[in-house]
């Protein structure tokens, strides 16, 4: 895929199969790499959070052309996973930042993450916090690339996983 504009878009839930196909294709890429953390977006229960995140939080779809690429959700709260950090009114939380591998390899989680900055700071935040399954070090290495501060690990027991905190004051 050439190297065109990206263009985001909030999602709406009629942009559900394009939020789905861009999970799916994540998580059979993280499945083939040995990292089993999204293997819940094929089964109904996946489907079913995958539309409630729709309706709840802010999904953002980027387009190259007409072609849904990649997508990143924006939360306001996030107790579950960040404790009662998560309800401090201080940050914006990332979550399902994803990319079609069509469209790796160009630097899109950066451009993900760096939307994601500019619609916590409109929000008059001024902290961006995110987190990923504990034990995988690439991440963990990438977010700190990206600027990220670790602040440790905590344990939710909804998704039944480790998490790595990480944080970024903007």
């Not at 009629?14 to 998580?27: G, R, T």
């Not at 990206?146 to 027991?157: K, P, T």
């Amino acid at each position: 895929m050439e190297t065109k504009a990206l263009i985001f878009r909030r999602a709406a839930p009629e942009d559900f199969d394009a939020l789905h196909a861009i999970m799916l294709d994540a998580a059979r890429w993280l499945l083939s790499r040995g990292i089993d953390q999204w293997n819940w977006v094929e089964k109904p229960v996946g489907m079913r959070y995958l539309r409630e995140r729709l309706e709840k939080a802010e999904v953002y779809l980027a387009f190259v052309e007409d072609e849904a690429v990649a997508t990143v959700s924006v939360q306001w709260e996030d107790a579950e996973i960040w404790g009662e950090r998560g309800r401090d009114g201080l940050a914006g939380y990332v979550h399902g930042l994803a990319v079609k591998r069509i469209a790796s390899g160009r630097g899109m989680g950066k451009k993900l993450i760096d939307f994601a900055t500019i619609v916590v700071l409109v929000q008059g935040r001024n902290i961006l916090r995110l987190d990923c399954m504990a034990p995988n070090a690439g991440l963990r290495s990438y977010y700190k690339q990206l600027g990220f501060r670790d602040c440790g690990e905590m344990h939710s027991d909804k998704t039944g996983f480790d998490s790595a905190l990480f944080e970024k004051t903007l």
